[in-house]
């Protein structure tokens, strides 16, 4: 698949201090241990007719404002992807997967369409996650170092760009844009105060392909126990941002 190089990433991160000691010739360190890089590609997940998980009733049961809703997950090489499924609203929140490769979105069928992205497909494999997320986070398992991902737009969201959300008036314009904000958990359980920002539009141009958001050498990414991903944007009433919230992602590479 191509790549669009056209959308810039912006790192934040607090300061780290170093310290050092000295040793001598008779210390004997135990080795490093060894570090295995694992890219998790969403190709195990098992999908519907229509190429779609967004969980099921398989989940743990619980409660959402008065509708039975069931808490799943994908894992994939210790690595949590939750969702929230609502059987009666038919709605999710979460991390989904889809193999689709659609690149359009119509509100007649946005029960499928909302997991087209794009870039018409995958970007290695056949399947590729649709995050949605409302507070859920991805959780590594124990303490790794997120190298990076693939990101490119959900059809949904594009929609919206070139057309308008129905909610905030018209399409975007040059002075609109739209981020999705990620925040790395370290697995010491600190508060770092990081967040990288992805912009998935902005200057009258949007995401169109899938692109490399390369997080190797930040430390605000080295070991940490989870992510948790929110959306930012200039499209937005009282309730929050018009612009549906979606991105899809594919091929996360770590290192434990």
């Known amino acids: 698949m191509k790549t669009n190089k056209f959308f810039g990433l912006a790192a934040i991160v607090c300061g780290f201090a170093l310290s050092f000691t000295s040793c001598s010739k008779e210390d004997n360190p135990a080795p490093a241990p060894v570090k295995t890089t694992v890219t998790i590609g969403f190709e195990k997940a098992t999908l519907n007719a229509d190429g779609i998980w967004c969980g099921d009733e398989t989940g743990t049961p619980f409660e959402n404002y008065g509708s039975e809703a069931f808490a799943c997950s994908y894992t994939e090489s210790g690595v949590t992807f939750p969702v929230n499924y609502t059987p009666a609203w038919g709605s999710w929140s979460g991390y989904g997967v889809s193999n689709r490769t659609a690149t359009t979105f119509s509100s007649e069928t946005m029960a499928t369409d909302q997991f087209n992205c794009i870039a018409g497909g995958a970007h290695g494999?056949?399947?590729?996650?649709?995050?949605?997320?409302?507070?859920?986070?991805?959780?590594?398992?124990?303490?790794?170092?997120?190298?990076?991902?693939?990101?490119?737009?959900?059809?949904?969201?594009?929609?919206?760009?070139?057309?308008?959300?129905?909610?905030?008036?018209?399409?975007?314009?040059?002075?609109?844009?739209?981020?999705?904000?990620?925040?790395?958990?370290?697995?010491?359980?600190?508060?770092?105060?990081?967040?990288?920002?992805?912009?998935?539009?902005?200057?009258?141009?949007?995401?169109?392909?899938?692109?490399?958001?390369?997080?190797?050498?930040?430390?605000?990414?080295?070991?940490?126990?989870?992510?948790?991903?929110?959306?930012?944007?200039?499209?937005?009433?009282?309730?929050?941002?018009?612009?549906?919230?979606?991105?899809?992602?594919?091929?996360?590479?770590?290192?434990?």
Do not use: H
């Open 125 to 256: 494999g056949k399947n590729f996650c649709v995050v949605y997320p409302f507070g859920e986070d991805i959780d590594f398992g124990g303490a790794v170092t997120l190298k990076g991902f693939w990101i490119t737009n959900d059809a949904w969201t594009v929609d919206a760009i070139l057309n308008g959300d129905g909610m905030s008036p018209g399409k975007f314009e040059k002075e609109d844009y739209l981020k999705c904000v990620i925040y790395p958990t370290p697995a010491d359980g600190s508060l770092s105060g990081a967040r990288i920002e992805i912009d998935l539009a902005k200057d009258g141009d949007y995401i169109k392909d899938w692109q490399y958001i390369d997080l190797a050498g930040i430390d605000a990414f080295e070991n940490i126990s989870s992510i948790s991903i929110a959306f930012e944007g200039s499209k937005a009433n009282d309730w929050g941002l018009t612009t549906p919230t979606y991105a899809c992602i594919d091929d996360m590479v770590i290192e434990k």
